[in-house]
């Protein structure tokens, strides 16, 4: 194993108890930080690595992306900007190019959306399925996405399958029995669209109940769409996190306050589906747990950019450069209840971006720019700088 001391560090953001630090330097060594210090006290490694004043950040970490399905929707997205609402029905036309395309195909395109998350910082990534609505596509579209990340989620209850549109019972009962039994062994979580032309808070009762009988730990897609009792399921059964949280009332927010429930804030959905964005503000001073994550997918969120979604947040959403920061590294290693990741401290995955930027404040001050300088996940650099190449 090599070690690298990473010196020259305009501003190090560790997230962890000792905050922003100026004039560090930290030490990866295989695989891991093993010292984190100032830099007149840092002590030898095998290699040096100067980043010339750069501020260094933990690697992002995006916790809701659905990122197995074949073809693109830009039509719809032309349509909406146009004055079309969004709709869960447009899931099943992603659905119908999934079931077509191959394994190659699906590989492929979840190889080429790593690849944009890398490049933009995000280290750790989870994948959801939910494009499939079969017992072989679901399980295919898991087993694929687990050759890219072990944060894998089972979303056979996205909307009802169309075969099933008569009969929604029907397909409860596959997604919690056969469907479920293909699909656990390819899975860490089990997730849930309860929301309007989706499933009811009873559907996803059962569909959680089961996921966690089959060894899945639960989150939810909750109050997207309208107000109604997803995010309310989602504390009840334990979920790690409720995601979307655009329309909730005050139960909501104390009920998430007082749980350990992450609310998982997507702006990337209200952004391209011209929605208003949740209220960060409201659920932060209420003390909830908050985090930032792309939902990318061919529908209502088609970014890989955490960047992009943090420069929203802050612009729109009034969190601050530092919560919004917070939101999208430390916040989503909490929703995928990970204590190894999301932060620069001794003992964590070395995961950690460079900017181009002397503060991570630019990442909202600059929006659009590609201010990723270098990217380094599990101690390897997975990007380097593009005079470097
Ligand atoms: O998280 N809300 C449900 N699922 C996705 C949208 C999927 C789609 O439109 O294809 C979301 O926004
Ligand atoms: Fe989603």
New binding site residues.
């Given amino acids: 194993m090599t070690s690298t001391l990473i010196t020259g560090i305009g501003l190090l953001s560790t997230q962890a108890d000792i905050g922003d630090v100026r004039g560090a330097a930290v030490i990866l060594d295989g695989d891991r930080i093993a010292w984190v210090g100032s830099a007149n006290d840092a002590p030898e490694a095998d290699a040096r690595l100067d980043v010339d004043g750069r501020a260094v950040i933990p690697g992002f970490v995006d916790s809701h992306a659905?990122l197995v399905f074949a073809g693109e929707r830009s039509a719809e997205f032309a349509a909406r900007m146009s004055g079309q609402p969004y709709s869960?029905g447009?899931?099943r036309s992603?659905v119908t190019a999934t079931r077509a395309a191959s394994d190659e195909e699906l590989r492929a395109n979840v190889d080429r959306l790593t690849r944009e998350l890398l490049r933009s910082g995000s280290t750790t990534f989870e994948i959801k399925s939910g494009y499939g609505l079969t017992t072989h596509d679901e399980s295919r579209s898991l087993r694929i996405a687990r050759e890219f990340t072990h944060e894998t989620t089972y979303l056979g209850a996205?909307v009802v399958a169309p075969e099933f549109a008569d009969d929604p019972a029907g397909y409860v009962a596959l997604v919690t029995g056969t469907m479920l039994d293909a699909c656990a062994p390819h899975a860490r979580w089990v997730d849930v669209?309860c929301?309007r032309g989706a499933f009811d808070a009873d559907q996803a009762r059962a569909i959680l109940t089961a996921g966690i009988g089959a060894g899945l730990a639960p989150r939810v897609?909750a109050n997207?769409l309208q107000h109604g009792p997803g995010v309310q399921v989602a504390v009840e059964m334990g979920a790690a996190s409720a995601d979307?949280c655009t329309h909730l009332d005050d139960d909501d927010v104390a009920a998430l306050a007082d749980s350990g429930t992450v609310a998982t804030l997507?702006p990337g959905?209200e952004f391209s589906t011209r929605s208003p964005y949740p209220d960060a503000r409201r659920l932060i001073d209420s003390g909830v747990n908050v985090a930032l994550a792309t939902?990318c997918?061919?529908?209502?969120?088609f970014t890989t950019s955490m960047p992009f979604c943090i420069a929203v947040a802050v612009r729109d959403m009034h969190m601050t450069p530092a919560e919004a920061l917070t939101a999208a590294t430390v916040g989503g290693a909490r929703a995928l209840r990970r204590s190894d990741i999301g932060r620069i401290e001794v003992g964590a995955r070395a995961d950690l971006v460079v900017l181009d930027a002397p503060d991570p404040i630019h990442l909202a001050y600059r929006p659009g720019v590609d201010l990723i300088h270098q990217v380094w996940r599990g101690g390897a650099p997975v990007r380097r700088a593009v005079d470097e190449r």
């Fill in positions: 659905h869960a447009g899931i992603t996205h669209f929301d897609h997207q979307h997507l959905a939902d997918n061919p529908g209502s969120s």
